[in-house]
């Protein structure tokens, strides 16, 4: 039982680099996440989506852009890396219904950027 | 959204019982409390959430103050395992289910 899977678990980029972060699902979820986990701090919302096709801004999406092409799959890119997006990178997901069910997470994406 | 606010650390012993505070004060009628911990070097975990009532799942407990303006996650037994940060969320309605994380409550347990 995979649950949320993140592809690659480390990276390390040369700024102006570019690159996408893989998140994959197989619990049938509609809503799925990015985040990022600077050190010390909680996480923040990059960005999110409630389905297929869709997806909006958190609360600090830019230098980022997502897509969701299939529900399983949700793709967070760096078109130009910065070094001030290095960061650890959790993508979650969650089912549909009820503010009682909670977000499964991935065991993140540790990127660095020189 | 609503805040939470929660002590920066904490320590306990290993075997004996972890109260971990969370206070709410801004909550509304119909937001969940969820909480969630952050093992070291992992993604967030869910452990357990409540509405009004207490709950208990085999992870933890969660104590609800009558005015819902703070609540209590009981660890009964702490183990080494259960050191983490543990964070105290409000799940309201119209949010997309977004989940706001501050910084956490530091668990330490000793041997």
């Known amino acids: 039982n995979a649950g949320v899977t993140q592809t690659p678990k480390f990276r390390v980029l040369k700024t102006g680099q570019s690159m996408t972060l893989l998140c994959a699902q197989d619990?049938?979820?509609?809503?799925m996440y990015w985040y990022r986990q600077d050190p010390g701090m909680g996480l923040r919302l990059i960005h999110y989506?409630?389905?297929?096709?869709?997806?909006a801004k958190g609360e600090v999406p830019d230098g980022y852009n997502v897509s969701r092409l299939k529900k399983q799959n949700f793709l967070l890119g760096l078109e130009s890396a910065a070094p001030s997006q290095t960061s650890v990178y959790f993508c979650?997901?969650?089912?549909?219904?009820?503010?009682?069910?909670?977000?499964?997470f991935g065991d993140g994406t540790r990127l660095s950027i020189l | 959204d609503a805040k939470t606010t929660q002590p920066n650390s904490m320590e306990s012993n290993e075997e004996e019982p972890v109260h971990l505070p969370c206070n709410h004060s801004t909550i509304s009628g119909t937001d969940y409390i969820h909480w969630y911990r952050q093992l070291p070097s992992q993604g967030p975990e869910y452990v357990i959430h409540?509405?009004?009532s207490n709950v208990n799942n085999r992870m933890a407990s969660l104590a609800i103050a009558e005015d819902r303006k703070s609540s209590t996650l009981i660890l009964h037994r702490a183990t080494l395992r259960d050191a983490a940060v543990y964070y105290c969320i409000l799940m309201s309605g119209g949010s997309n289910y977004k989940l706001t994380f501050g910084k956490g409550t530091l668990l330490t347990v000793n041997p």
């Open positions: 989506s409630v389905g297929e096709g869709t997806t």
């Open positions: 409540g509405l009004t």
């Open positions: 979650a997901s969650r089912t549909t219904i009820g503010l009682n069910q909670p977000q499964h």
């Open positions: 619990m049938n979820h509609e809503y």
